[in-house]
């Protein structure tokens, strides 16, 4: 079945730091791909998404791009801030909407001042 | 935007009771209900799907019976633990889908003594 891989945390950066955190997926259609953020005590926020191969996605920063050929989606910020501290989860869905999200099992940032 | 209200925020409870937890949509008619639990440092898991006025569709694994759904209206969705166990401590989020898209509530934490 389809399934997200992320890279595992926790991830600790200083305050302006670059930030990469990896996303990989398997499915047998062509998924539509998200990014959520879960900041400490909250519920889950969309962060960005893509729909079709070659996409990027982008929101406050974050940026991200679907690769068919890699099957990868990985979350990347050139400057990462205190206020980004939170657990970032890759997603996919088979519809573009997000209708049935299957997770990765998300990553923990914490950035440092 | 949608806002699904989730309450209570946090309980804590004596082994052997239920719990029920209630997401309510403010101002969009959820025709679609996602219940998802997230053990500590692990991925959202789908436990059930439920359309208003019909019997939840429940993922392999999930006990209904222990899980009871209802979705009864459109702006009123409820998950009951029932006899619940040290192991049901858990994040319990729900997260709706309406005319607009879909929205996350803030969760619940379920803490069983």
């Known amino acids: 079945g389809d399934s997200v891989t992320q890279m595992e945390g926790p991830v600790t950066l200083s305050e302006e730091a670059c930030l990469t955190i990896?996303?990989?997926?398997?499915?047998?259609?062509?998924?539509?791909l998200f990014w959520y953020v879960q900041y400490p005590g909250e519920g889950l926020q969309l962060l960005l998404k893509?729909?079709?191969?070659?996409d990027k996605g982008s929101n406050k920063g974050f940026e991200a791009t679907y690769r068919k050929e890699t099957t990868s989606f990985h979350l990347e910020k050139g400057s990462v801030q205190v206020s980004d501290s939170a657990v970032y989860f890759c997603?996919?869905?088979?519809?573009?909407?997000?209708?049935?999200?299957?997770f990765g099992q998300g990553t923990e940032l914490s950035v440092k001042p | 935007g949608a806002v699904v209200s989730q309450h209570p925020s946090r309980v804590i409870c004596k082994s052997g009771t239920s719990v029920k937890i209630e997401c309510r949509s403010l101002?969009?008619?959820?025709?679609?209900m996602f219940w998802y639990r997230q053990f500590p440092k692990k991925s959202l898991m789908l436990m059930a799907t439920?359309?208003?006025?019909?019997?939840?569709?429940?993922e392999q694994g999930v006990e209904k019976d222990k899980f009871l759904i209802n979705h009864a209206s459109l702006t009123l969705s409820t998950l009951t633990v029932t006899s619940a166990h040290p192991e049901d401590s858990s994040f319990y989020i729900c997260?709706?889908?309406?005319?607009?898209?879909?929205?996350f509530g803030s969760g619940t934490r379920l803490t069983v003594v």
């Open positions: 101002d969009f008619q959820a025709t679609t």
């Open positions: 893509a729909t079709k191969a070659d």
């Open positions: 997603a996919l869905s088979e519809d573009n909407q997000g209708g049935k999200l299957i």
């Open positions: 997260r709706a889908k309406g005319a607009g898209g879909y929205t």
């Open positions: 439920s359309n208003e006025g019909s019997k939840a569709t429940y």
């Open positions: 990896n996303c990989t997926y398997t499915a047998t259609g062509y998924p539509s």
